[in-house]
């Protein structure tokens, strides 16, 4: 499992950057985003 905490900063490309790998590699990937992140990214979380 990956875990992925992000900074308010991240956009989905960023985002898409982490996850693939982890992904690719066989894992989970659970995203904790910031609080204040951009909307794109909080919906691209789940």
């Given at each position: 499992m990956?875990?992925?905490i992000t900074?308010?900063?991240s956009t989905l490309p960023l985002l898409a950057d982490k996850i693939a790998?982890?992904?690719a590699a066989?894992?989970?990937v659970d995203v904790k985003p910031?609080?204040?992140v951009s909307a794109?990214?909080?919906n691209?979380?789940?």
């Open positions: 990956a875990i992925l900074s308010w900063t790998p982890a992904q066989g894992h989970t910031s609080e204040d794109s990214a909080r691209s979380a789940g």
